[in-house]
């Protein structure tokens, strides 16, 4: 690092050093001090005459600790020492660079990194394609080099910012890529900043924080708090400006900065005028008889402020360019005096002996002037000056102007149509009112009376018309106003002349009064209670449940992601939970009845009283959520406990208002930052707790832990290469024979899907079809696997094997949320397979889960000659009168049935019983899952049409199968 300073700097350092041995032996003596470390990267800093260290980061430090308890002390370096002990070592970076336990603050500001190049050398715009084929320099860990880096710029690097510079001068490199600050403070120093040429479109900003143990709290703490309040002061803002004469990439990105930067116009001028003046006394010493030309060039041609150096006698003065640019034909100077003679009888002041006095300008602050551009326009100046030097009388001036000309002729318009947009107002139903510095209301317009519902009131006592929660909000809109030159808006609550509350919009600016050196502020109104109650009715319509009442699902995961983005070392948790097979109380009893738990479920959860502070929200059909805040000691036990009460109130609830109906329930939860790290995870991973919860009937409660995380890990994975399964076709499709209880031929079969995955084998469709269905992949593969069984049916016709009807399984999905039917046929007519020979599997309760779009789809797929099968009968909740009305040809006897025939007599009736009425009805009955011959026989007496299970196959291979079909019949073994 190039310590600018000589031995002025080998003496702090010395001092430093000392200071830091002294310490190490008196460990103890001060509780609180922090050792600052000042990288090689860090912004510019300087040694002042007096010893002291001057510099952008190191003024923000010294505010940050300033009336507190820490003391600071400062180190230089490189990089940090390796042999530093010190618990308290701060220092500034956008990346960490001592070691893991470090954290960072708050933004402090960005650092700018951009591309230079030396006069005469490349003074057209420069891309980073251009860079590839450029010699390009830089400094060594340098935040800007892994940029250039990923955009394939190779890089020399050198230790500091003159030896770069160096290079860069002599042509060892075209283009110096480094700190725009640094740069630009060591180019004036080796008198070069006029021929450096910088190149904005390569600008690159580097976030900057204080880094600093992690085990201390208080500091982190400390530091971010007082970073807010000079940051939300502007505090920080005019230091960054007083340093580097230009607005901060931060102010430009803020949505408020109108908050954060100078209040006025005069303001700005002020903190520029007094950044400049240190600027040019730090570097005085440095020009005795005459002021740097590149310091007029390069630093103060930084924004479009006019700038003058002066003296007093006129002896000697330099303009920037924007002044050169505005006042004179051909950029050069003219004669200062000359240039005030000839405005004096334009400007205000009236006299060229006041245009004219230094004192004028250095005594009157925000000095008015009226002065003719180079094309005859008046422009309106506001003067800010400071005297930098004084010597035999002879003051040296700098001068700061800001042209108001634009704004000024504004506000003279806005007020001279005052009068006329009163009465405008007045008939577009608006009233208009204004406010004063002291918060009284000086005025309000003969409509606002009218408006209000009254006759006449004291325009102070307007503000007890107010509602008391809005009150304070009101005034707050006015100061805001008064700060800034934007619009501000406010709705509140008004008394009408019926002490009825009623919803006002006011839309605030500020006015300015230069008799009093103040700003009034002019508030606009209008009555918007029907807009009001419009805007509820449609909030109401669009994140409210219409059933419960309640928080919809789009509104509750939208307060959890705004609670969340502005949550500041906060915990909070979801806790989801989901009624245990509702369905069957909808099918049991009716969809009102249904209805009716819902809202009692609902009432409860908000009537609870740990959920006073919680966000309460239906998900969905049955299933709800809590959003809750956590303090620190909350854990998980609490969570539960919660839980289970509000468990048992749903039962109780639910049993006493619905006829002793009983229920349960499953819940599941996460908590953030614990578990999730943001809102999507936390959502997310609260419903896939709940549906393991679901998933066990042990289980009541879930919460998220590294076992599920582990199973979340497993599951992505799993979809990931169900994906790939499908891009590749990597299923395969296995037949199971349905076989005559008469004479054991073979009459039909089922086709079956298996994944064929290149690392596990043949995997069931039980473990990978609910996840196709979940990522949407389910139709792809079940459209797939239709056309392959119609492909393999025709392929076995053509080769002269018994035609046989092949049924193929449909997903709710498919059959629901696809045109079915236009699908079946589209694939028949393409592969010329005869309808007849093709059956759709649905099961009872997919079925019945539309009733009228079942019949009307069942019905299209039996005109093209499809038939239907209803699979797992008896599982569900249905009645044989659906079964009646449903257009099928076959229903199945499920498995759980089949298994206890030959066991339990119950079973054996009942079966008996489904086995006759669907008979009566005329449809085929198939028992699948026979593996025994004591229930064949059972099956057959009860004059069972098919049989299907392990007793005659398990699904098998097309090839194996194809066997099967040649052979036609199974011998009884």
């Not at 002599?170 to 190149?199: C, N, P, Q, W």
């Amino acid at each position: 690092m190039r310590f600018h300073g000589g031995s002025v700097m080998k003496k702090i350092i010395v001092t430093f050093l000392s200071s830091l041995l002294m310490l190490a032996f008196c460990a103890g003596v001060s509780a609180k001090e922090v050792h600052f470390v000042y990288l090689e990267e860090c912004a510019p800093f300087q040694v002042m005459e007096d010893e002291t260290i001057s510099g952008f980061e190191i003024e923000v430090l010294d505010k940050i600790f300033e009336g507190t308890d820490y003391k600071v002390h400062y180190i230089f370096s490189e990089d940090i020492p390796e042999d530093a002990l010190f618990s308290e070592l701060v220092y500034y970076s956008g990346r960490k660079t001592y070691d893991e336990h470090y954290v960072r603050s708050d933004l402090v500001y960005y650092r700018a990194y951009s591309a230079f190049t030396y006069d005469g050398g490349h003074d057209e715009e420069l891309s980073i394609a251009d860079l590839k084929n450029m010699k390009v320099g830089t400094l060594k860990k340098q935040y800007s080099n892994l940029f250039l880096e990923e955009n394939g710029v190779e890089v020399m690097t050198y230790s500091s910012t003159l030896e770069l510079l160096d290079a860069l001068r002599s042509g060892e490199i075209e283009v110096a890529y480094t700190a725009v600050e640094s740069t630009m403070r060591t180019a004036f120093d080796e008198d070069i900043l006029s021929k450096l040429v910088y190149h904005h479109e390569l600008t690159l900003n580097e976030p900057v924080y204080l880094w600093m143990p992690g085990d201390d709290e208080e500091l982190l703490d400390l530091v971010n708090k007082r970073i807010k309040e000079l940051y939300e002061s502007g505090e920080l803002e005019s230091m960054y400006q007083s340093y580097f004469m230009a607005e901060s990439v931060r102010s430009q990105r803020d949505y408020a900065k109108s908050r954060v930067i100078a209040v006025s116009i005069s303001a700005g001028l002020a903190l520029f005028v007094i950044g400049i003046a240190i600027t040019i006394k730090v570097y005085s010493s440095y020009e005795k008889t005459k002021l740097s030309n590149s310091l007029i060039e390069g630093i103060l041609d930084y924004g479009n402020r006019f700038i003058l150096i002066w003296k007093s006698d006129y002896s000697y003065y330099e303009t920037n360019k924007y002044f050169k640019k505005t006042f004179y034909d051909d950029e050069e100077n003219g004669k200062l005096a000359e240039f005030f003679e000839s405005n004096a009888d334009e400007t205000k002041n009236g006299d060229v002996a006041s245009l004219k006095s230094a004192d004028n300008f250095i005594e009157k602050e925000n000095y008015v002037t009226l002065l003719k551009d180079k094309v005859g326009v008046l422009r309106e100046v506001i003067w800010n000056s400071i005297i930098i030097n004084e010597r035999n009388g002879v003051k040296t001036i700098l001068s700061i102007g800001s042209d108001v000309t634009e704004k000024n002729q504004l506000r003279r318009e806005l007020s001279e149509s005052d009068a006329r947009s009163e009465i405008i107002l007045e008939n577009a139903g608006v009233a208009y009112m204004t406010v004063e510095d002291d918060e009284t209301i000086s005025y309000l317009s003969d409509y606002a009376y009218e408006l209000m519902g009254i006759d006449s009131i004291d325009a102070y006592s307007f503000v007890e018309k107010i509602h008391p929660s809005d009150r304070r909000g009101f005034f707050d809109a006015v100061s805001d106003a008064r700060k800034c030159d934007d619009v501000v808006k406010l709705e509140i609550r008004v008394s009408d002349g019926d002490d009825a509350y009623r919803w006002f919009v006011f839309k605030f600016r500020k006015l300015e009064n230069p008799s009093k050196k103040t700003y009034s502020v002019a508030g606009l109104f209008y009555d918007n209670t029907a807009e009001r109650e419009k805007d509820l009715k449609i909030e109401k319509l669009a994140f409210r449940d219409d059933l419960t009442g309640i928080y919809n699902r789009r509104k509750f995961l939208s307060i959890v992601k705004d609670t969340i983005r502005r949550a500041e070392n906060e915990r909070f948790a979801i806790i989801t939970f989901n009624l245990d097979k509702f369905h069957r109380f909808n099918d049991l009893y009716g969809v009102e009845v249904g209805d009716n738990i819902l809202q009692l479920i609902a009432k409860t959860l908000l009537n609870h009283p740990y959920s006073a502070n919680c966000y309460c929200a239906r998900l969905g059909s049955d299933e709800f959520a809590a959003f809750i805040p956590l303090s620190k000691n909350k854990e998980e036990d609490e969570l539960e406990e919660y839980v289970i009460d509000l468990s048992v109130k749903f039962k109780n609830q639910v049993a006493t208002e619905c006829d002793d109906i009983k229920f349960t329930i499953s819940a599941g939860g996460c908590i953030y930052p614990d578990n999730a790290n943001n809102y999507r995870e936390l959502y997310e991973r609260a419903i896939y707790s709940m549906r393991i919860a679901k998933s066990d009937t042990k289980i009541l409660f879930k919460i998220h832990d590294d076992e599920i995380m582990q199973q979340i890990i497993s599951r992505e994975l799993l979809e990931k290469k169900i994906y790939d399964a499908v891009r590749k076709e990597e299923f395969e499709i296995y037949y199971q024979p349905k076989v005559s209880a008469d004479e054991m031929f073979i009459t039909s079969a089922e086709a079956l899907i298996r994944w064929n995955d290149p690392e596990r084998g043949i995997v069931s469709p039980g473990e990978f079809i609910p996840i196709a269905e979940d990522i949407g992949v389910i139709s792809e593969i079940g459209t797939w696997m239709l056309r392959n069984v119609c492909i393999q049916n025709k392929k076995w016709q053509d080769a002269g094997i018994k035609p046989i009807k092949i049924s193929v399984n449909v997903s709710a999905i498919e059959f629901y949320q696809t045109d079915i039917v236009a699908n079946v046929k589209s694939i028949l007519e393409s592969t010329g397979l005869e309808p007849e020979y093709l059956e759709i599997e649905l099961t009872e309760s997919m079925a019945l889960v539309d009733i009228e779009a079942t019949i009307t789809k069942m019905t299209a797929l039996r005109e093209l000659g499809v038939g239907i099968s209803m699979d797992d009968f008896g599982t569900g909740y249905s009645s044989l009168s659906y079964i009646q009305n449903l257009p099928i040809d076959e229903l199945k006897l499920d498995k759980s049935f089949i298994d206890k025939i030959s066991e339990d007599e119950t079973t054996k009736n009942i079966t008996t019983a489904m086995v006759y009425l669907a008979k009566t009805i005329g449809l085929t009955v198939v028992a699948e899952g026979v593996e025994k011959w004591e229930q064949f026989d059972l099956l057959k007496e009860m004059q069972c049409d098919l049989i299907q299970g392990y007793l005659f196959s398990k699904p098998v291979a097309a090839d194996v199968f194809e066997e099967q079909l040649r052979a036609e019949t199974f011998p009884r073994k």
